[in-house]
């Protein structure tokens, strides 16, 4: 088995730095997300440990091997695209084993991994049908099936699930963990989706902008976010950042607002806010009825707080009411985004 070492990778092109001293480890057996906006870097990443791309500084280290300038056939690793990139003239079980033919694996041994890989993903009775004829479900089993048959240690995913609709994405989310905690793949997948990274996740490496900005597990980064726009990422609604200046002062309960420097800030989840009979001043500007709890979209002078309230509150657009948290459940970050009083920092 292998694990991933990323030190100091560089991608440059011309004058634009799309992934700028990127250094993290992949722990073997484990699987990493690479979560992020469009446009951060972390596709360009995963290519570069596939050996698509070239990096223009930095090293890649599978199992300790220095791999920056392998050839990919000689990387160890195995690849899911986004596009699930099947032939649509190959049957499924052409699809399946063509990598193995291609390395001329003996045949006995591809029908072998052919029937272990078709029944860990219930292909067996669709190896005849074409691509065309599958849903968009089946065509991610067959690149599943693709990994499995290839037998390779490392396997990385390029936002599979990213064409498929909500429920039939939840079903593979499911499927892809199972996979990769049954044959212990080390596996790097990027996403720009927070619930695929927070539901498969043993670690998440959190990129902007082509750096790092934390990396951690899905808790870490939920319940200790080291920057303002890891707190703004993650969570659904994201947390609230409020200006200290703005809500001190303004009826709260003693130690809800920290002291703070001009510029700090104060954030807060939406969950830990509660309706009370003494707080800060809202208006309520918007709510959404989702059955076991309601959004509240609230304003207080400038600022937009979200809440997230158990059941159905009996409030409107247009009410004014209060709201209070509790102050452990207080984040607090200074001038520059950072957040102050985390081990990070």
Known sequence: MSGIRISSLVKQWDDVRAVDDVSFDVPQGRLTVLLGPSGCGKSTILRMIAGLEDASAGEILIDGRDVTHEDPSRRGVSMVFQSYALFPHLSVRENILFGLKVRRVPAAEQEKRLAEAAGMVGLEELLDRKPANLSGGQRQRVALSRTIVANQPVCLMDEPLSNLDAKLRAEMRDEICALQRKLALTMVYVTHDQIEA???????????????????????????????????????????????????????PKGSVPRAAPGWMLGIRPEHIRIADKGLPVEVASTDYMGAETVLRLRHADQVVMARIHGRPQVVAGDRLKIAWAADEVHVFDETGTRRGSPDT
């Open 198 to 252: 927070m539901s498969m996740a043993d670690q998440v490496v959190l990129l902007k902008d082509g750096q790092v900005e934390q990396t951690g597990t899905p808790s870490d980064l939920y319940e200790m976010p080291r920057t303002i726009f890891a707190a703004g990422f993650l969570g659904m609604p994201p947390m609230n950042v409020l200006r200290i200046d703005q809500v001190s002062g303004s009826g709260m």
